[in-house]
């Protein structure tokens, strides 16, 4: 019986560590070709995803990302969309991947998105 008990346990935990693990917590990761067209579609905390190109000369703490996708375009005319991020926090290096957290605000000049946290998750050589 104690087996069977102890067995039931060590699945339930399994289950519990699982789910911890791999769940989302109900929100997805979205790519920053998802947000171009209407970011004031998205409201609250979200989570993006996309590649850091390199900081605004006006401002150090804002950089631009583009999408993964973009990754794979080869000649020079490209449409990438680049997402304008503000951190206040350690800045990602050019071809980081970022998972940035956050939400979006309006500006005078359009959308920027407020990161109350940045995750590296890789890099991607890149430019120079």
């Known amino acids: 019986m104690k087996k069977y008990i102890?067995?039931?346990?060590?699945?339930?935990?399994?289950?519990?560590?699982?789910?911890?693990?791999?769940?989302?917590?109900?929100?997805?990761?979205?790519?920053?070709?998802?947000?171009?067209?209407?970011?004031?579609?998205?409201?609250?905390?979200?989570?993006v995803t996309g590649i850091m190109a390199g900081t605004s000369p006006q401002d150090p703490s804002v950089f631009g990302i583009f999408d993964l996708k973009e990754l794979q375009c080869t000649t020079p005319n490209c449409n990438k969309f680049y997402l304008p991020v503000k951190s206040q926090?350690?800045?990602?290096?050019?071809?980081?991947?970022?998972?940035?957290?956050?939400?979006?605000?309006?500006?005078?000049?359009?959308y920027l998105f407020s990161a109350s946290n940045v995750k590296v998750v890789r890099n991607h050589k890149i430019g120079g």
């Open 89 to 110: 926090g350690t800045m990602p290096k050019q071809g980081d991947e970022v998972r940035v957290s956050g939400s979006f605000v309006k500006t005078s000049a359009g």
């Open 6 to 47: 102890l067995i039931a346990v060590a699945l339930v935990a399994c289950v519990a560590l699982s789910y911890a693990l791999f769940s989302k917590g109900g929100a997805s990761v979205l790519h920053v070709n998802q947000v171009a067209s209407d970011p004031s579609a998205y409201s609250g905390t979200v989570t």
